[in-house]
């Protein structure tokens, strides 16, 4: 405090004469000519040494006399009559200072800088004015009046309206003059103090030594290395008690007592769960109180402390959970003993027995690292040469990442080394030179490196991840080595080399950009690196022309998957908002550059680059994500899949969410199960001799072809995580697959026993996500304290028993209890060390989650069903938040020594605003049948919808990849989510779900369940008897049962009766409905179709008398197993309460499962045949009685039949039924649709095509009301057909026109014929009938959607007046709809309720291409799927004409002939598929084998008297006679009108058509991508080598490929002599693609050992500390004389800080950099500048 004083008299006043401030800014007072100086000085004060900017000012007479008429003291105003008065006004530019004592530390963000400053510390200012009278020689310093100012936003990391203000304000006045009376005696023992710069004090308050002395003292004794003596603090040890700069006034015991105290605190409130929230024990903020004590702890205080809390515990509870509690806040608190202690704990070895929670504490533990000392550092880095770190390889990659990062932030980049770390205290820790780097840790990650290499990737990806951390010049030669495949020529560890590159590019880009383009540039580089490549390009600030060569490179670029990364990263920069000034320069040039590149629009197996931002105004904050993915020729898979989540803002940027995904071998799993699939389907099948002798023969071809089996990758997956520092990488391989797989098998017995005795599991985890520590000298003497933090408190406790009743239903019983706590905490103020108290204010935003419940999950019959139930613990009976979300500003007189959170201290006063308390409070128990309350209590102006929009936009996108706690205002509010079980009218909720399937054939009159559902009554019978009924009773149990079947219950039959009357009625209406629709067709249908409803009507008919009886036999068995059921739960002495309530879950499933079967037995029964899938769920909240019981419950049922693969019909039945003691019956609805599709059947003919009837249509029917009540009718009747415009479209489309000619040429299967067929099949047109009920047409909902729909066509609307159309109690609608022949716009008539309304002209985006008109050559998934990969699910090869376009669109002449060619088969020595064809002038012969099965068309060819194109077909050279359809299981031949043949495999997914002429291979790539060879190429998606030979050679024209898979015998014409020989010459030269990696290494070394002199570059001028560089590039003659000069103008702007050092590299190696245009310019200056050199 006295330097305070003293700082704030001095006055260096010797730049104020008038002399020396010729040329600088002057302003002219009211005496003309005389100058008012404003000058610049380094002055040294409490706030350190720093410019320091006066301005003095005479005052005019009537300013002196207001100021002495203010003060009122006559005396000192006698003291200065007749003087002239002088205000000095003295400001301080702290951001230039040469010493300043701010500690500052943070973790978990990027503090940044933009350039101008020298920290990101919170805003800061200090204004010194004085009064003086006299002369500026000699004067009375009449008063001094200082004002000391630091801000910070209220939001913590994030910028808002709402600040947090730290004000000083000191005033000395003069009082009076006095002459000497005595002299004041000399202290006995002065102290010196060289300089006014603030000290901060040794440990307590009292302490006369600061740290600054001490560290002097160390200094000059020698005991510290590496320090400079211009620090504030000495560096701390391994084991003393840190020298905290946040004072303390307890002892070391006392402290530790504290520790001990809070940490049971947290761990008994936790357990209680209620009582950890903020209102009662707030255990997130006792998590801050422990943290603190434990970073003022010495090492062997922390063992005592360890010691204290083990011996509380007990040895079990703390090795099970209280052991991981400890060493988490241990590894928050980061000090230099924290890091000894957990040292320790990892050689101990006992981390080793949960690798997976201890990678996190070890992690966490090196993020937080406050002091990362040389010493610290050394000991680091010999740990993780540690065995314990070694041989887990979970926590090696966490610890080496984790340490590696610390290393880079801590000593490397200059950036973060000043803004995370106190380096303004302790000076710089460490540096990139220092041995323990440089060689110590380099080597042994660079040795790891190559070893690791020869066992797995896992530990390659570790080493490289580490390296890549770094960022040094030394370990970018190493990820060279890793680029150039010198350590694994995989290409992901290659790409992972690539991107860890980014870090040091980013600070010295011109090294690294030409390595990068070198990349690129490379064809012959594997596409996963260079993809990398191209993203790291981006981030070494590229020029125009750098992305104008990669636009125009991807016109010519042979990699598909290179050439849609190109485009998709150039898309996605130039859509960044420009509201973000970080992409400005990025988006500038990508906008530029975009229309030169190639547009890509192909499907997702191709490779993207894809990034969003959201800019939050009121936050000033933007959210980026990113989505990229990797694909390679090899996988229809994408390869690596990377996601991250930035959040940036002014001060500072947090990767919240960085995750990177690796894949490879996804072909051998799929392989794997195709080869389960076919075993189960052979198995009890003997071996046939057809097939036997099938596989032989096509090895023989194989052989003869010399096609063999590539080597297949292993399947591996590596999980590259990063959260707010935290670094984790999984590794999931073949070896460690095979660890889990037998742990697991051998302890499984052991878990069975322990699971039914039951399982306790106990878990507790606390954090500090974020964070940040301050501590600000300040005028008055006293230094403020800023502390930000986001503490989070995560405990459950969960016990798990199974509990089977029977083999039939398993089940688990689960009791868990869960709390949460979160906290955004911050702090200001200053500590007095007087009172010994903290006085300041913060604010505290908290979030208290908790649940106890009590759950079972149980199975039967494909019926997963979860039953939750309140915890039966008195303690959790009473009302208690489940939800609690807290804002409290306040104010605090805190007491250092207190023990309690800050918030809960006595002293700590809420702010209350000037706005009135809004309270509110909504019982919810009518809605949820929970006795459940929201509480709201806040001071916000107003709570509204436009409220509630504002706090979503700004949360949204922030909750969006990051933990997060909601941003409001930091006004006082409370909302509390309450819920006391004891007197909820629900006590447990049961949630269940199920799936069955079911077949009918056209035959049978059975529906047989192909599911989990019993088929029959015998098989119910028997799973009953089963599970209720004594072994020894199982015959009589079986009799009863069955007697009781034949004579139901009364009930049980009327029942049953209703349900059948229900269904005659919805009969009725169905034939009603038809008769509609058969008025909208043509009358030679209308008869077709009216006899078969006759016929389904005499089917209905009968099915309703079988119905009726399946239902009362299966609703009475229910009826029966509930009876049962009670009467075991008597046997087992249940309660009749407890009985009932079991037995009633076990009727409710029958129940639910009879209800499904008779829906899919309606279904079935209406498509005659087919199969069908079922899906039910709901819902049930039980309550006391089970008349209180809230039931809703849905059932869908979705059926579907081919016939003879023309028409589809397609049969969907919804039901939901609803239960509540609120309604007078249960509400039920009932939604039953109808669709047919008629498929073409023609396939090729164009003409045919456009005349077939391919009309389609949808019935749909419901209804809903209350059960046994009139209900409310809905009816649609849809029919979508083709009309005349779209036939004369057709045939007047420039593809047609072309296809003519193409067809004219023998060539029916070209581009433009396939996209004519595809018209020529579409439907354009739509006619629709829609019948609703009056209260829906007429309801007040419906009109607020009709007018919003109105509102936004308004452009293409137009409506009239019409006659109303009703009938009965429904309105009736008409509904035209028709798109035009290209699916770009659309036009849509509604006529209905008295008005008509067209909308026309509707244009439809690029999303509806493909999909509209509506193809009815393909269903709609296909059409989907067929779009989504551009065309390439399945990929089309094309052999007709004499020539050929591969499945990768290769196009190449040649000719088929009489011998047997491969046009397509697995590229294996025993293929699973093969396809083949051989061609005469008389016939042409298709032949596939599947799997040993031989398929083979022998399709004789049209001749000029012969029409039909007869086909001979053959399986397993067994003739089989076709009409249209033969099907054999997974494979059917079958034949179209147009005379085309076609054999498919569903298995494979592969077909194979021919009319005799042209053939078309058609295969999807999920399983056979790249593995396939023959004329239609390898399935690749890669245009470039497509069409290899057999042996896989690469032939100088694919013509020679193609050859090589003719199949000689001798008797055929064979390939020609002159291209055998030629043939047989390039195989023995044998050309194979091959990856050549890029030799990086050499053009690293040349950017870095290159002095380059280029001619054009910013000029540097250093000044006054700072470095000033001009905005435009100069000409400058490095080599050479300037021959002429000229004078020019220039504008310099000056920057300070971490950030100038990569800005002056940029600078010195001629780049232009543009960001210092955006920097307000400092000064202008004019330089010479050369003509020409």
Known sequence: MKKALVSQFQQDLSKADSTTIQGMNQVQSSKSGEPLPVFKVEETSVLGKCETVYTISRLPEYLIREFEEKEGKEESSRLCSGKEYYEILKTKNLDRCTERPVYHESYGTWSKTDGTESSSLPSQSSVTKTIICGSLENHIIRKVETENRILSSASGRYESEEKLDITSVSILDLESIESIRQEIPSPSSPKECPTLVYEYPSGSLYSSKTLKHEQIQQFNSGLIKGQSKNSFAPFPDMTSAPQHLYPRSESQRELKQKVVEAFTEIIESSEKMSESSVNEKDAAGLSVVAIRGLSQLSYEELKEVKQTIKSQHGEGKYKSMIQKAFFDLVSIAGTNPCMKLIIDEVKSGEMNEEPATWSWILSNSLRSVKTPTEELLEELVELLKHQHIQQNRIIRAAYAMGLTELINKACINPESQMNEFPTKIYGEFCHPEMSVIKENLIPFLSRKLRESSRSEMGSVITYVNALGNLGTEQASKELMEVVEGRISVNPHPRSVAVYKLIRPARENPSVYRPVFL???????????????????????????????????????????????????????????????????????????????????????????????????????????????????????????????????????????????????????????????????????????????????????????????????????????????????????????????????????????????????????????????????????????????????????????????????????????????????????????????????????????????????????????????????????????????????????????????????????????????????????????????????????????????????????????????????????????????????????????????????????????????????????????????????????????????????????????????????????????????????????????????????????????????????????????????????????????????????????????????????????????????????????????????????????????????????????????????????????????????????????????????????????????????????????????????????????????????????????????????????????????????????????????????????????????????????????????????????????????????????????????????????????????????????????????????????????????????????????????????????????ELIMVVDGHKYEVEIQKLSRHSRDNKAIVKVNGEEKQLRSIFDDEETYISKSMDGVYSIVSRKYGVSVKSDGKSIEVESYQHFLRNKVSGLCGDLNGEKTADLKSSKGCIMSEPRLAAFSFMLEDGKCRGIPQQEKSELKKEEQRCVRKEVIPTKVSKIFRYELESKKTPELKHLIEETKGQTCFSKELIRVCGSSYPKELKSKLVEFVCTSGSRTEILKRRVLSGELVEELNKIPTCFQQTVYEPKHC
């Open 518 to 1484: 070198s990349l690129i540039e490379n064809s012959a580089e594997s596409s996963e690196v260079r993809m990398a490549a191209i993203t790291a390009l981006t981030y070494c600030y590229p020029s125009t022309a750098d992305l104008q060569k990669l636009a125009v490179r991807s016109w010519f670029e042979p990699s598909e998957q290179v050439s849609t990364y190109i485009y998709s990263t150039l898309k996605t920069l130039s859509q960044l908002p420009s509201s973000v000034s970080e992409f400005d320069d990025l988006k500038s040039k990508a906008e530029i550059t975009l229309p030169l590149c190639k547009p890509s629009f192909e499907g997702i197996q191709n490779s993207r680059s894809l990034q969003v931002v959201h800019f939050i105004e009121s936050l000033r904050t933007a959210v980026s994500q990113k989505l990229q993915w990797t694909s390679s020729e090899e996988s229809f898979y994408p390869r690596s899949i990377f996601t991250s989540t930035q959040v940036m803002g002014l001060a500072s940027n947090a990767d919240t969410l960085e995750t990177s995904f690796y894949m490879q071998g996804a072909e051998y799993v799929l392989d794997k199960l195709y080869e389960m699939y076919s075993d189960f389907k052979n198995q009890g099948k003997g071996p046939q001799p057809e097939v036997v002798k099938n596989k032989s023969v096509i090895k023989e071809k194989m052989s003869k072809l010399n096609i063999k089996e590539e080597e297949q990758e292993t399947p591996e997956a590596h999980l590259t995580l990063k959260m707010l520092g935290l670094q984790k990488l999984y590794s999931f391989d073949e070896e460690y697959v095979r660890e889990i797989v037998n742990r697991i098998t051998a302890e499984l017995p052991k878990y069975q026993a322990e699971l039914e005795k039951g399982m306790d599991f106990e878990h507790m985890k606390l954090m500090d996500l974020v964070g940040s520590e301050y501590a600000f000298p300040t005028e008055s003497g006293m230094p403020v304290y800023l502390s930000s933090r986001t503490p989070v408190v995560f405990y459950s406790k969960s016990e798990v028993k199974s509990a089977w009743e029977s083999n039939s239903m398993p089940k688990m019983e689960m009791k868990i209890k869960g709390v949460l706590n979160y906290k955004r905490q911050l702090t200001g103020g200053v500590i007095s060390p007087i009172t010994e108290k903290f006085y300041g204010a913060g604010v505290e935003t908290s979030m208290h989650v908790s649940a106890p419940l009590s759950a079972q999950v149980s199975y039967r019959n494909g019926q997963v069903q979860v039953s939750i139930e309140k915890s039966e613990e008195p303690e959790h009976q009473r009302e208690q938040p489940w939800i609690q979300y807290e804002v409290q500003p306040f104010t605090t007189e805190y007491q250092l020594s207190e023990n309690v959170p800050m918030q809960k201290s006595r002293s700590t006063k809420t702010i209350e605003s000037r706005e009135l308390v809004r309270e509110g409070e909504l019982n919810l128990e009518k809605y949820t049948g929970m006795d459940m309350t929201l509480k709201m209590r806040t001071q916000e102006p107003s709570v509204d919808f436009l409220k509630l929009w504002e706090v979503l936009k700004v949360n949204i996108p922030l909750s969006m990849g990051s933990p997060h706690i909601p941003i409001l205002s930091c006004r006082r509010s409370s909302f509390s989510l309450l819920v006391n079980p004891r007197s909820s009218e629900v006590q447990s909720i049961d949630f269940f779900v199920s799936l069955d399937a079911a077949t009918k054939t056209e035959e049978s009159t059975v529906v047989k369940m192909t599911g989990f559902s019993s088929n029959n009554e015998e098989e119910q019978i028997k799973q009953i008897c089963d599970e209720f009924a004594p072994k020894n009773e199982f015959s009589k149990c079986k009799e009863e049962l069955e007697e009781k079947i034949e004579n139901p219950d009364r009930d049980v039959e009327e029942e049953c009766e209703e349900k059948k009357t229900y269904k005659q009625y919805q009969v009725k209406q169905l034939q009603q409905q038809q008769q509609q629709c058969h008025q909208q067709v043509q009358q030679v249908q209308q008869q077709y179709q009216q006899l078969q409803q006759v016929q389904q009507q005499q089917q209905q008919q009968q099915q309703q008398i079988g119905n009726k009886r399946q239902c009362m036999v299966e609703r009475q068995l229910c009826k029966e197993e509930k009876k049962m059921c009670m009467e075991k739960m008597e046997e087992k002495s249940k309660s009749t309460t407890e009985a009932r309530k079991i037995c009633q879950v076990v009727y409710e499933k029958c129940e639910s499962e009879q209800i499904t079967k008779t829906t899919v037995r309606e279904v079935l029964y209406k498509l005659e045949k087919g199969s069908a899938v079922s899906v039910s769920m709901g819902a049930i909240l039980r309550g006391q009685e089970q008349s209180e019981d809230k039931k809703i419950q849905a059932h869908v049922v979705i059926g579907h039949k081919t016939e003879e693969r023309r028409t589809e019909e397609t049969q969907v039945s919804m039901k939901m039924t609803v239960h509540a003691p609120i309604l007078r019956r249960p509400f039920t609805s009932e939604v039953h649709a109808n669709g047919k599709v008629q498929r073409p059947v023609n396939q090729w003919n164009i003409e045919d095509l456009l005349k077939e009837d391919v009309t389609s249509k949808v019935l749909v029917h419901g209804d809903y009301g209350f059960e046994g009540e009139q209900k409310e009718k809905i009816q649609a009747t849809i029919i979508a057909y083709k009309s005349d415009k779209q036939v004369e479209f057709v045939k007047d489309t420039v593809e047609f026109e072309r296809c003519s000619k193409d067809e004219s040429e023998g060539r029916k299967l070209s581009r433009d014929c396939k996209e004519t067929r595809y018209h020529a099949a579409s439907l354009d047109k739509v006619s629709a009938k829609l019948s609703l009920p009056r209260s829906v047409a007429d309801s007040r909902i419906t009109e607020m959607a009709t007018e919003a729909v109105k509102l936004w066509y308004m452009p293409y609307l137009s409506q009239r007046s019409i006659e109303k159309r009703s009938s009965g109690q429904e309105e009736e609608y008409e509904i035209e709809a028709e798109v035009d022949g290209r699916g770009h716009g659309l036009t849509v008539r509604v006529s209905g309720n008295g008005e008509e309304v067209e909308v026309k002209n509707v244009r439809l985006s690029r999303s509806t291409k493909g999909l509209l008109p509506i193809c009815t050559q393909e269903s709609l998934i296909t059409r989907v799927f067929q779009k989504m990969t551009s065309f390439n699910s399945p990929s089309s090869c094309v052999i007709e004409g004499g020539k050929v376009e591969t499945f990768d669109r290769l196009e190449y002449d040649y000719q088929l002939n009489d011998c047997e060619q491969i046009l397509f088969t697995e590229t294996s020595s025993r293929p699973r598929i093969t396809v083949s064809s051989k061609e005469t002038p008389k016939k042409q």
